[in-house]
């Protein structure tokens, strides 16, 4: 049983990682931006706490693909 949650963590774990390793491409970060407008429109102009989170976590993850781009020498 406990083997079982062991093996769901690592593989959710693991999904995750590789999941944030990937760099986003312009076509995706376009469509994220297009998604942002519709949502601050939507809330009357006024962007909620949760999209300033996001874009600060994406952020974030952009520096993070930068310096190890960096390191890797790409």
Do not use: Y
């Not at 963590?9 to 990682?17: K, S």
């Not at 102009?45 to 300033?52: I, Q, W």
């Amino acid at each position: 049983m406990i083997r079982g949650k062991i093996w769901a963590l690592a593989l959710c774990v693991l999904a995750l990682g590789v999941g944030a390793c990937e760099k986003k491409g312009p076509v995706e970060k376009a469509g994220e931006k297009v998604d942002h407008v519709v949502d601050t429109i939507k809330n009357g102009g006024e962007e909620t706490t949760s999209d300033k989170i996001q874009d600060e976590v994406d952020k974030a993850r952009d520096k993070a693909a930068d310096a190890t781009d960096k390191v890797e020498g790409k």
